[in-house]
């Protein structure tokens, strides 16, 4: 969806664009070196650790700061949007406000009360060790499902559970479900920021989609993301539309 509203809006602006999928960092940037694409859609956290695995910057304006002291000569970021895909732990309405659920710290005094939704894959380790090391927290109950798909949304709706998604989905509004705080950053922020090489790029292609970067929130990401998923258009449909709304098409 990002691609498309970043792709849409330079259409848009009379510059021809072509899309791929080159899905890891490292074979974006060999693409951008050997000039086969001009620009990907990166996370920011994401291509940080990339490019130096030893980072420590969690806040947005860090992290974006951080990648272009790190990046390679001829390639450079733009404007990270507001938006951002990292997961986030989210419970529901109902379990929040029964056991007072604002923050990941505030789960400390009803471990035993609550079930932790786990994916069955090595992330799962990863994912109950920095809950242990960030906040303390070990969880005596815990149940396998999918991330962040039916199967946890469903499990997060039908009781006392603490599950894993991503900040775009629309599920977590349309669910109401309520996201926990992260205080101490287990999570890194993965905000979408446009990584582009070569000279194709003019001032006014920059200008453009850092435009549509500063004016993508995860509310509005979600929507769109929501209108897709319910037919109510395709990508370039729902793009173009929502340009149009925000005065950039």
Known sequence: MVTTLWARALVSKG??????????????????????????QAYNSGLLNYLDDNANAVRQSDVDAAIAAKLPAGLTVLQSTPARDDVQLVVS?????KY?????TDLAGHLSELTLL??????AKAFTNGLSNYYGLTFPTTKTTDFAGPKMIAAIKAG????????????????RFVVLTDPQHLFLTENFIPLIGGKKITPAMRATL????AKLTVAALRGLRK????????FTEVADAWLASVGLR
């Open 15 to 40: 510059v021809k664009v072509g899309i791929r999928t080159i899905d890891d960092t490292a074979g974006q940037v060999a693409a951008l070196k050997a000039g086969q694409v001009d620009i990907v």
């Open 93 to 97: 309405a109902a379990t929040a406000a």
């Open 100 to 104: 007072k659920l604002h923050s990941i």
């Open 118 to 123: 786990l994916t069955d894959d090595k992330s």
């Open 160 to 175: 006392p559970s603490v599950g894993l998604m991503v900040a775009s989905q629309y599920q977590i509004d349309d669910n």
């Open 210 to 213: 850092n435009a549509v970067s």
């Open 227 to 234: 209108k897709v998923a319910n037919g109510e258009g395709t």
